[in-house]
């Protein structure tokens, strides 16, 4: 979907100023809010939509970026909206306090940082990505420190108050209308200082670990596909919800079919006496070996088509065709019997193999024949 004007989706003309901006977002946010729509996807892009436009048309900077380069000039300077909303609220939370009374959510850990999230590739072969699959997965992430249970202090010190901001982990701002909240950068969020720190762990209070996962990977997936697991990233330091994990697949190419979206290609040498004369061949598909019936008179490159045997498609039921291609093989080695009952074969058809004609006249020969 194509990106809408900044300006248009929160009902503005290009000559808005600051007050103007903030009004018209506080209107959009009031009206979408989750809170007040809840389950409505339309109303969260809504709100997402209207997020993102605040968050271009209150900064000077960006403003004038979007104004002179649109969505391009954004993007190329690195600017991504929210990838969700609770991003909105951790940018935005002090603004809806003021917007509504009450928090971004109601809840406090929209103050804390989420965790990170991780990212792995995970390889398949080509049969599990058509039938789908559970996979284990070891995953190197970060866990709370078991020696300090994750406070960073060492055992039998505690951590003190981050003096600084009180122990809220944010300094806030007071800026007119609105009060600004930045995380602290003395106990970078925690609300702590440690001053004796826990040896195995650095005062970190994590470490890393390996995990075992179990991944359901859904079939008709195809390479490049991400999957995400919530909450199974880094956990947050804050006390914030962990990341989650992204988990790119990569199928393996099989030895026999080629997939072309839902359908699947194989391609089939026959003898020339098969193409000639039809035959009944046994092929492989991805479960079950099936008959397949070659016509009579096959051309080299023809497809014969096999109904509900192709890829399954990643949402529904749907099920591709196998395509499979006959591929004419010339003998190259023969016996002495079997040239000569070409030659014969040959004669019969009215062909003096024998005779030197030219590559032209041979050309137009077969153009005669095939018309008549
Ligand atoms: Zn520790
Ligand atoms: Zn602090």
Redesign the pocket.
């Known amino acids: 979907m194509a990106k809408r004007d900044y300006y248009d989706i929160l009902g503005l003309d290009r000559t808005c100023d600051e007050g103007e901006i903030k009004k018209a977002y506080r209107k959009m946010a009031m009206q979408f809010h989750p809170d007040r729509n809840p389950g409505d996807s339309e109303a969260e892009a809504r709100f997402k939509e209207a997020a993102e436009a605040y968050e271009v048309l209150r900064d000077t900077q960006k403003r004038r970026l979007y104004d002179q380069y649109g969505h391009e000039g954004l993007s190329s300077s690195g600017f991504h909206g929210f990838s969700d909303v609770s991003d909105i609220f951790s940018s935005f939370g002090d603004l809806f306090e003021d917007f509504f009374g009450f928090g971004g959510r109601g809840r406090s850990s929209t103050r804390s940082r989420r965790g990170a999230d991780l990212r792995q590739t995970l390889t398949i072969d080509f049969t599990e990505a058509a039938f789908g699959t559970s996979k284990d997965l070891e995953v190197e992430r970060s866990e709370p420190?078991e020696?300090?249970s994750?406070?960073?202090a060492k055992p039998g010190t505690s951590a003190a108050r981050c003096t600084h901001c009180g122990g809220t982990g944010q300094l806030r701002h007071a800026q007119g209308f609105f009060t600004i909240a930045t995380v602290c950068a003395y106990c970078r969020g925690t609300g702590k200082v440690i001053e004796q720190a826990?040896k195995?762990?650095r005062g970190?209070?994590v470490?890393q670990k390996r995990k075992r996962l179990s991944v359901k990977v859904p079939r008709g997936v195809d390479s490049g596909l991400r999957l995400r697991l919530p909450g199974e990233g880094d956990p947050s330091s804050g006390g914030g919800p962990p990341g989650d994990l992204y988990i790119d697949i990569e199928v393996q190419p099989h030895e026999l079919f080629e997939r072309q979206g839902e359908d699947l290609v194989l391609r089939l040498p026959i003898s020339f006496v098969q193409a000639a004369l039809g035959a009944e061949v046994e092929i492989p598909t991805l479960e079950q070996p099936t008959m397949l019936t070659i016509p009579r008179g096959t051309q080299s490159g023809e497809v014969v088509r096999v109904p509900g045997q192709g890829f399954y498609g990643l949402r529904g039921n749907s099920r591709g065709e196998l395509l499979v291609q006959l591929l004419v093989k010339t003998p190259t080695r023969l016996t002495k019997r079997q040239e000569e009952l070409l030659v014969e074969f040959a004669q019969e058809g009215g062909e003096n193999p024998d005779k030197k004609k030219s590559l032209l006249d041979k050309t137009l020969d077969f153009f005669e024949k095939s018309i008549h």
Do not use: D, N
């Open positions: 420190c020696t300090c994750g406070s960073g826990c195995t762990c970190q209070g470490v």
